[in-house]
């Protein structure tokens, strides 16, 4: 798997930035994770709309999907006009519903759109993909991403995990989260304040202490934190995920890529 970030702003995009959006790799297929602000003209740096598989959005608040209507008319051109022959699934909540009904209007020609929920089970040519309801003030989903392979060929065949990828989505800190992630090669996640503002938390976010505690507890190999206030010195975010993570912690910038 390769995770390419696309973009990583809190609430609005700053200067030359852009909000939360994301591109899964694998096999040649590719997964965009949220479509916020600035994302469709980072995305063309890296794969054409022909080449979309599939997209998750995790939650309807616009920081986090604004760009899927721009993206819709890229998509729709390409269909029309360079040979697109498929329509690319969006999974995504069903609420707030009036927001859900705006996008189902003005997208349902170019994608086929399918509900996520905790209930859904989504396999992805060797991806297993899984959700987890968040702490957010309206529906919102952690992802998981498992990349599994069989063993080597004249032994039992049993299947061993590879590699997992988690995104928080938006969320303050709850211990159902921990188990959900446990164990994941890199856990994305969203780290909106730095203490000095952590009373904000009950907004349905964390701080980046919190993130790297997290994290730690989770025994995550990696930990990338994004979904920072535009405001925010970032090497402070890092700095102070360190402290509770234990280890080095990255601060996702915009191009960045990893293999998992």
Known sequence: MKLTILGTDAAYAGKNGGCPSYLLSHKEKHYLIDAGPGSVSVLQNFIGFSDISCIFLSHLHADHVSD????????????????????????????????????????????????????????????????????HPIPAYAMRFDLRQNSEPGREQKEKKESS??????????????????????????????????????????????????????????????HIMPEYQKTLSAEEAKQTFGKEVIIAEKGQEFIL
């Open 68 to 135: 899927i209507y721009t993206l819709r008319y890229g998509v729709y051109i390409a269909q029309k006009e360079k040979g697109m022959a498929h329509k690319p699934t969006i999974y995504l909540p069903k609420r707030p519903r009036a927001v859900y009904a705006f996008i189902r209007k003005n997208i349902a020609q170019e994608f086929i759109l399918k509900t996520l929920s905790e209930k859904a089970h989504v396999e992805l040519d060797g991806l297993t993909v899984s959700f987890m309801r968040t702490m």
């Open 165 to 226: 990828f988690v995104y928080t989505s938006d969320t303050g800190f709850f211990e159902e989260l921990v188990s959900f992630s446990a164990r994941a090669t890199l856990i994305l996640s969203e780290a909106t304040f730095q203490s000095a503002d952590k009373k904000l938390v009950g907004m349905g976010h964390m701080t980046a202490a919190t993130a790297g505690a997290f994290a730690a507890q989770c025994g995550a190999d990696r930990l990338v934190l994004t």
